[in-house]
């Protein structure tokens, strides 16, 4: 099957520092990406829609020079979280559309966990 | 707002019993798949199911879909306490967009 990573897998950093995460399709070419974002116990929150060439999609209520998005190639998409606060402390996943048998299926990265002391 | 509810949002039961699952969204959808995500970890792809589709299986695994009632549903048959984990629906109203997700159902399988 197709395959998602992330990395770091989990991170601590301090406030006021920036901390960037990679998230790779490894088998297969994905022009689009999707970052969300997981607090605990709580369900997935679409954060932005990651685009190769172009500038990332953010929803509404997400501070697009906080969470600064670049889809390098069509493998790679890096999520930075510039100035981080505990606040920002959360579970942050990626995901990546693979057609499939007539369907595209998303495929996740295992996640990336972020503390910010 | 979160495009789809599922309920329950826990579910405790003995090994050997079926779980089931339930989860309802607002929009019309393109497909719909189930997710599973043990404590901490990433998630793992279930079963999609599309829009013209009614019923999947996939394993121990049943999904129905009802477009009308925009609802579906995860049986878990003869459940294992290796199934405990949180499950989630996500819909997409698209084939490649963004996926939509659930709240979530946390399921306990006693031993």
């Known amino acids: 099957g197709a395959v998602v990573s992330q990395h770091p897998s989990w991170v601590i950093c301090k406030s006021g520092t920036s901390v960037k995460i990679e998230c790779r399709s490894l088998d297969f070419q994905a022009t689009t990406m999707f970052w969300y974002r997981q607090f605990p116990k709580q369900s997935l929150m679409l954060m932005a829609t990651s685009n190769e060439g172009s500038k990332a999609t953010y929803e509404q209520g997400v501070e697009k020079d906080k969470f600064l998005i670049n889809h390098a190639s069509l493998t790679l998409s890096t999520l930075t979280v510039t100035s981080a606060h505990p606040e920002d402390s959360s579970f942050y996943i990626c995901s990546a559309p693979k057609l499939g048998q007539g369907s595209y299926e998303q495929y996740f990265g295992p996640g990336t966990r972020l503390t910010v002391t | 707002s979160q495009q789809g509810e599922e309920d329950p949002q826990a579910l405790s039961i003995q090994e050997g019993e079926n779980a089931t699952m339930n989860c309802s969204y607002k929009t019309s959808i393109n497909n719909l798949q189930w997710y599973r995500q043990n404590s901490g970890r990433g998630l793992v792809h279930l079963i999609l199911?599309?829009?013209?589709?009614r019923e999947k299986h996939s394993g121990r695994l049943r999904v129905t879909l009802d477009t009308s009632k925009k609802s579906s549903s995860l049986l878990i048959t003869a459940s294992r306490a290796a199934d405990t984990a949180s499950y989630f629906c996500?819909?997409?109203?698209?084939?490649?967009?963004?996926?939509?997700f659930g709240d979530g159902t946390t399921l306990t399988v006693k031993p």
């Open positions: 199911i599309r829009s013209n589709e």
């Open positions: 996500a819909t997409r109203n698209t084939n490649a967009g963004k996926s939509t």
